[in-house]
């Protein structure tokens, strides 16, 4: 058993603490650290560690490997502790808001000569996306030509704002395209169509962005995040030679009384529960045999590039160029698996 602290018990890191002390084989939950006492206090007489000081969980004996689940601008700070400490970490994307701070964890990886951090981009881990790239790699489409994406939410907190679709929520396509082509993306556009009535005084709502990669695949991604109707997320990719497009993943199809329907799921934290519960068991097994796989720093520091050049589309109005550079030797994979 390997014990697992959790930093931040907000709408994520609630749920991964639940998933760690409930659903993740060879982990336990030792510790968690939230400065919102009433988040920590379910915790008390269970076993599990409260903590008002990141860095004191980090450095706690109890604390073997740690989840990192708190806002993004506090993570290049958190990371940077728990590799000092040596000790391995799963954390929630962004790596961070700005490319450049991201870089201090990369170099500090390179300087430490191993990785201690696995970023979380779960939907390498969900079984629709796996079998996506998986048909890709059989080479059931022929050459990929294009890809289009969707990502909806039924409505967002008040605090939104139009760039948090892309410098947020938009990063999770960028790693799919780079982790399912190995290839950088090398150009971003944001295209507007009509404003939903939905979407509050100054939020710019749906959007279209476009994305190119060096090879010259073309990427589509529709944000839509006042959509109502549940959360849905899809991916098809066109190649020379056919089509595949992800399984919605919503479970039975339903035919009665002439109608045929199917549930959508109500938020991403239902539509991809099961792909955070194999992603914490991945990170956890991997832990306990003193490896960290999965989606790198580097990843993030990627995703973190090209989103800043996104939002900066959508503030010109121009297509602007993405320059993520080439990875040390570290991740000598760079995008690709
Ligand atoms: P959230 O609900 O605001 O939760 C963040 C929690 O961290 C809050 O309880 C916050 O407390 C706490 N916190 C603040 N400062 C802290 C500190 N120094 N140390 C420890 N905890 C601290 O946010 P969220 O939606 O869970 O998002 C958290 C992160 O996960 C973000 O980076 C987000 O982008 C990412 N995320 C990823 C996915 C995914 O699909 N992979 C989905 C959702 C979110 P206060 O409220 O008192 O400040």
Redesign the pocket.
Known sequence: MIGVGV???????GAHAHRLATQVPGARLSAV????RG?TAPFEGTGTTAFDD?VALVTAAEVDAVVI????F??VEQLLACIEAGKPVLC???LAADPEDGLTVVEAEVAAGRRWVQL?F?RRFDPAFRDLVAAVDAGEVGTPLMLHCVHRNPSVRPSYVSENALD?SLSHEIDVVRWMLGEEIVSSQVVMPRRSPEAAEGLDDPKFVFLRTESGVLVTVEMYVHCRYGYEVRCEVVGSDGTVTTADGAGLVRRHAGRASTAVPAS?GER?DASYRLELSAWVAAAARGEVGGPSVWDGYAAATVARRTVEAYRTGLEQTCAVGAAPALYATGGAR
């Open positions: 930093l931040g018990l907000g709408r994520i890191g650290c939230d400065p919102d988040a990141p689940a708190s806002p993004g506090l993570h929630e994307k962004p979380g779960m947020d991403w991809f």
